[in-house]
């Protein structure tokens, strides 16, 4: 037991808080969700300076070697940053995911040039009418020569406009050996397979939306998408671990970055509760708000501890450690951040409710955090389940 | 940071463990697990078997006679004492009045008392609320005055737990009306034999007798028996208090109530099928389950920040006494609604360890159902003392948030 960090996380913290105390002001943040692009180059460069890009990566692919716990402290200044680059789905999902079940080829292409932000990539594993179900599968994979040909749609892809590539999970043919694929139910957990594709590739077309929280997402339409054998990621008809690992780094990521909002809401609430005057006296003064506050700041720290345990044990190879590590901890996390959430903007009055101060901004964002990779309810079935 | 045991710790939880198995008396064992009355000599023997291990105050120092464990090894002894259902000790003794003792005492008193309460030799409660004085403390009466080699003490003091078991009881007193009410207070150590003292049961909702009130009739108390300075008993009083809230989290009962409120779900049946297979009352215990974790993590944050930067407990003990005391209280509410219609019958002889069930009765029945819906009502003091959620509340608004 050891909840210490190291001074080499202790400087990565103090990088990032630079940073965007210089370069990620809440109005340049605005900017750039606004932007075309909905993020910044310039900063996603930094961030392959920074070594951010290449922080989980094994150093004989260029990477830092990072652990579960530094991808933590990364995420929470995500979430204080408001920080709209695409680092969850390229180098937590993404990247975990080839670094996890990529060939040594594919690794060795692949990761040094996610990690000198050359390439980003997008995890494409959710469908319409299937909500957070990994398993509901429709997209097909047929074999097409010595490869591949794919045709479905994957609906609310995070991070897509700008992806490089985009892992897909899809049902492989009948027919070779590959376990139940099209035909079996879309609901099959068996028979799913998983693939890298290039945003380039003929018949793959997007439509693109900001998020309510001032990200991109898109459905991914394919069309008899023709990609190569060597496409495939990991074994064939063993996609859906592979993606459910990757969401669960994800998840667990989230928790991170909504600790990092709630903690940065609470500072901001706690100042306006101490320099806002009604009445003649600092609003703060009121024990009504007063109780409020302290409930924040327990949730708060509820939440923390949880967001460590989502990180260490979401970094299992036991699936059901994971899972019940991280969706314990986002069913959690979610309400906390809810009702974080909320209160910041009730405490901010009128304020809370306003575009241009930034409170409202963090209540977005812990929103739509519930609402990604499965919701609180969708969470605590999960980890309710397992009590069984 | 890491979540995982070391080897060492690992064997040290073995050892813990393996010591209970051996010297936990299974008549006490039995009745803890099945949530019949303990008596004090129950808990004194516990006391006795601890010391003579070595382990009669885990948490003291060694140069007091405790282990000197740090609160890693504290927290895993902790969680087997609950898990395996050994009674607690005496926490007024061991773990408010003694880290008073050792940190204002003089070592006259230091050296009388600290054994007595490691041995068993002397069982403390606690003197502390007044009828007029809950969570404002320190709006207190009882006084003491100076007369030649003693002080003269009169009052009242009430929530007296185990006051009817107590040798000997720390009191604040007013010894000063003179300024702030917090500064004319000091801390008296009385002995529960001294005349003029009286002690009246309160029983409580769940019928038990377990508070008092305490009378004090000019009772006459050694000035030795201060502890260290006249009004100053305010800090001393404040400092104990941070030692009790921390306590407060509980998470080794909690985890220990957790497991057996999924055994009786898993017992109890509904719809003809296990209670645990009924999603509506399964997210209810999933619900808990997630804030124990958290507060599990939490625990350790707060104790792991303390012992690395070497500094007494702060106001965030608030924070584990507040959630600790919330899921105490839903987890002995769960238990209490997994026996259903079985959580009606009031059978007071079937808290006693020789109490048989009448065949009828125990066709449904089951061996655990007598305690728990007592448990749940006695629990709802567990918001109220030791500073209620609301004190806890303004603790964190004032010394944590600044407001």
Redesign the interface.
């Known amino acids: 037991?050891?909840?210490?960090?190291s001074s080499e996380q202790i400087a990565l913290q103090e990088t990032l808080q630079r940073f965007i105390e210089r370069d990620y002001g809440f109005e340049r943040r605005r900017e750039l969700a606004r932007s075309d692009l909905g993020f910044s180059a310039e900063a996603w460069a930094q961030y392959a300076e920074l070594g951010l890009l290449s922080l989980p990566f094994p150093e004989e692919f260029g990477g830092l070697g990072g652990n579960a716990?530094d991808l933590m402290l990364v995420m929470q200044w995500v979430g204080r940053g408001l920080l709209l680059e695409p680092f969850l789905s390229t180098v937590v999902m993404g990247g975990g995911l080839i670094r996890d079940a990529g060939s040594p080829s594919l690794k060795g292409e692949l990761l040094p040039r996610i990690g000198a932000g050359e390439i980003k990539l997008a995890l494409a594993c959710y469908e319409a009418e299937g909500r957070y179900d990994l398993s509901q599968v429709a997209c097909a994979a047929a074999p097409s020569g010595s490869g591949w040909r794919l045709t479905g749609v994957k609906t609310v892809v995070l991070d897509a406009p700008s992806a490089d590539y985009f892992l897909v999970s899809a049902r492989a043919g009948v027919g070779v050996g590959v376990g139940a694929g099209v035909g079996a139910g879309a609901h099959d957990a068996r028979g799913i397979s998983l693939f890298l594709v290039d945003r380039a590739a003929p018949g793959v077309t997007l439509l693109t939306y900001p998020t309510q929280s001032g990200g991109r997402a898109a459905d991914l339409r394919l069309e008899d998408v023709t990609v190569e054998a060597n496409s495939l990621i990991g074994a064939p008809g063993q996609g859906l671990a592979l993606v459910e690992r990757a969401v669960d780094r994800g998840i667990a990521a989230l928790c991170a970055e909504a600790v990092g909002i709630m903690a940065a809401l609470n500072e901001a609430t706690?100042n306006y509760?101490?320099t806002r005057k009604q009445f003649g006296v600092p609003i703060?003064?009121f024990?009504a708000l007063?109780?409020r506050?302290?409930?924040m700041?327990?949730a708060a720290?509820?939440?923390?501890?949880?967001a460590?345990?989502a990180?260490?044990?979401g970094d299992s190879d036991d699936p059901l450690e994971r899972r019940r590590a991280v969706s314990?901890a986002k069913?959690?996390i979610g309400q906390a951040a809810r009702s974080v959430g909320q209160e910041a903007v009730q405490l901010h009055g009128a304020m809370g409710v306003v575009d241009d101060v930034i409170v409202s901004h963090y209540f977005k964002r812990l929103t739509m955090i519930d609402l990604s990779l499965g919701n609180a309810d969708f969470h605590?079935?999960r980890?309710?389940?397992m009590?069984? | 940071v890491d979540l995982k045991y070391t080897p060492e710790e690992e064997a040290f939880r073995a050892a813990v463990r393996a010591f209970f198995e051996a010297e936990l008396p299974a008549d006490i064992r039995a009745k803890t697990r099945l949530g019949k009355r303990l008596q004090k000599e129950d808990l004194m023997r516990w006391q006795k078997i601890l010391q003579r291990r070595g382990w009669g105050a885990v948490m003291w120092p060694e140069r007091f006679g405790g282990t000197g464990w740090n609160v890693i090894q504290q927290h895993i002894f902790e969680e087997e004492r609950a898990d395996i259902g050994a009674p607690l000790q005496n926490a007024f003794s061991l773990k408010m009045l003694a880290p008073v003792l050792m940190t204002f005492a003089n070592s006259a008193q230091q050296e009388y008392f600290l054994p007595r309460i490691l041995s068993g030799e002397d069982w403390w409660c606690q003197g502390y609320s007044e009828p007029g004085s809950g969570s404002d403390l320190a709006s207190l009466r009882t006084s003491a005055v100076r007369q030649g080699d003693h002080y003269l003490v009169n009052g009242q003091k009430t929530w007296n737990t185990f006051g009817q078991y107590a040798d000997w009881i720390f009191c604040l007193v007013r010894t000063s009306t003179e300024g702030r009410p917090q500064q004319g207070i000091s801390f008296l150590l009385i002995d529960m034999k001294s005349p003029g003292i009286t002690v009246r049961p309160i029983a409580m909702l769940d019928g038990e007798h377990e508070i008092n009130e305490i009378w004090f009739d000019n009772v006459q108390v050694p000035l030795q028996n201060l502890v260290g300075d006249e009004n100053k008993g305010w800090t001393y009083a404040k400092f104990l208090l941070t030692h009790e809230r921390t306590n407060n989290a509980g998470i080794g009962a909690c985890k220990r109530a957790l497991k057996r409120l999924k055994e009786i779900a898993a017992e109890q049946m509904s719809d003809g099928r296990p209670l645990l297979e009924d999603s509506r009352f399964r997210d209810r215990i999933a619900r808990v389950e997630l804030e124990l974790m958290a507060l599990e993590i939490t625990n350790l944050r707060v104790l792991s920040a303390t012992a690395s930067e070497v500094r007494t407990l702060g106001p965030e003990v608030s924070v584990l006494k507040i959630k600790g005391s919330e899921i105490q209280q839903t987890l002995a509410e769960l238990q209490m609604q997994a026996l259903g219609p079985d959580a009606l019958p009031y059978l007071r002889e079937a808290l006693e360890a020789d109490w048989i069930a009448d065949p009828l009765l125990a066709a449904h029945y089951r061996p655990y159902a007598p305690p728990l819906s007592g448990q749940y009502f006695n629990l709802r003091k567990t918001t109220i003392y030791a500073g209620s959620t609301e004190i806890q509340k303004n603790i964190i608004s004032q010394l944590i948030l600044g407001l």
């Open positions: 037991m050891d909840f210490t960090y716990v706690l509760l101490k703060g003064k024990q007063q109780h506050m302290a409930d700041l327990i720290e509820q939440a923390r501890s949880m460590i345990i990180a260490v044990h314990g069913a959690y605590l079935a980890f309710s389940d009590l069984v």
